[in-house]
């Protein structure tokens, strides 16, 4: 069975950086989609992150020029490297992935790693 591991939430201050990294096991698609998700309190959980077999990525207007997204198939590992956090960016964290195109919509997704917090403070 697939199985995402998300690592790397923390707690940080304005300005500061964290990677997230999500380790992929048991994933077979030759074609495939992964995305970062994210969730704070209240909130719907809303796409911020894609990146799919061939290397393509997409971003959230609320993160573009802030997030990279990139993934290393020989230790089948995505990564989100964040810069420039702000407390806006405070959420539960989640890599996803589908087989297929990417979508924008969490609802397409169908495996889901159990998250990492990521903390931002003023």
């Known amino acids: 069975a697939e199985v995402l591991a998300e690592s790397g939430g923390g707690s940080v201050e304005s300005g500061e950086s964290l990677r997230l990294s999500c380790l992929v096991s048991?994933?077979?698609?030759?074609?495939?989609?992964m995305g970062w998700f994210r969730q704070a309190p209240g909130k719907e959980r809303e796409g911020v992150a894609f990146?799919?077999?061939?290397?393509?990525?997409s971003y959230a207007d609320s993160v573009k020029g802030r997030f990279i997204i990139s993934q290393d198939n020989a230790t089948n590992t995505a990564y989100l490297q964040m810069t420039s956090l702000n407390p806006e960016d405070t959420a539960m964290y989640y890599c996803a992935t589908r087989a297929g195109d990417c979508y924008l919509a969490a609802s397409w997704y169908n495996i889901w790693g159990q998250g990492t917090q990521v903390t931002v403070s003023s």
């Open positions: 048991g994933y077979t698609y030759s074609r495939y989609c």
């Open positions: 990146i799919d077999s061939d290397g393509s990525t």
